[in-house]
């Protein structure tokens, strides 16, 4: 009775391995021996490993070394005429791979487990980094989206208010004197307060109900039509040519000295 048992195992292994041959694709050989041990890749060449140190090499998905396990006789399949034009080269055939001693086998087995280990090593590594990296970008991310909005500096609002308004009215001073224009001081002080509001209230308008930084001198324009009405009714002729007059010298010269002075206080505090 176990003389029967070990003839069938015998038969079924004879043959699983005469299964196997050359030029075996991948999906054949896997559905003749099932899933590999490990699988290890060099290059383009990829490398199946079994039990019992065999070890299976495909390329171009087809099996072109066999090792630790006899191979089938190849199929031959009846040689199709060639045309009269045509001259079909003789195939080589694939010289046999060379048997390795136990000893060799073991080495290479050993050689081969490292590799696979390098490999997991190098993967394992390669994946916390990626994750770690993500994780940064996340936590940038929460970051950045609950950063408190900057509040609004009452000081700081007035304190540029009064520097605009102090620039504007040495504008108009030096202008009036230019031009020859009769406007005292208390004219000339209202007429710089009536810039500077016009300004800041469309300034304000645009930050917190348009969301806008800048205006693109759309405050300047309506500040400049508020200033011309103000420099007739303060003036002595009330000369409507010399309030034009008057409002675009003062203009131009408060933008290209505030400008200059803004520059030089950006960088005295970099």
Request: aromatic share 6%; charged share 20%; glycine share 4%.
């Amino acid at each position: 009775m176990v003389r029967g048992w070990l003839t069938v195992l015998f038969l079924l292994l004879a043959s699983a391995g005469a299964a196997v041959r050359y030029d075996m694709s991948k999906a054949e050989l896997l559905q003749e021996l099932g899933k590999p041990v490990s699988v290890l890749r060099r290059g383009d060449r990829e490398i199946l490993i079994y039990p019992n140190n065999v070890r299976i090499e495909i390329e171009q998905g087809k099996v072109v070394v066999v090792k630790g396990l006899d191979l089938a006789a190849q199929e031959t399949a009846p040689t199709p005429a060639a045309a009269p034009t045509e001259e079909v080269a003789p195939t080589e055939a694939e010289p046999a791979e060379p048997k390795l001693s136990p000893e060799e086998q073991k080495a290479q087995a050993e050689a081969e487990a490292k590799l696979e280990k390098a490999l997991a090593e190098s993967d394992t590594k390669a994946r916390a980094e990626m994750e770690k990296a993500i994780t940064d970008l996340e936590t940038l991310g929460e970051s950045a989206e609950h950063r408190p909005e900057p509040s609004f500096n009452l000081t700081g609002f007035f304190t540029e208010l009064f520097i605009k308004w102090a620039l504007m009215l040495a504008a108009l001073k030096l202008t009036c004197k230019y031009w020859g224009a009769d406007v005292d001081w208390s004219g000339l002080m209202i007429a710089a307060a009536a810039d500077t509001a016009v300004r800041a209230i469309v300034g304000v308008i645009g930050y917190v109900v348009l969301e806008m930084f800048t205006l693109l001198y759309a405050d300047e324009a309506l500040a400049a039509i508020v200033l011309v009405l103000v420099l007739r009714k303060v003036s002595t002729n009330q000369s409507l040519q010399q309030a034009v007059t008057i409002t675009m010298t003062s203009k131009v010269f408060s933008i290209v000295v505030g400008s200059f002075l803004t520059v030089l206080i950006l960088n005295a505090l970099h």
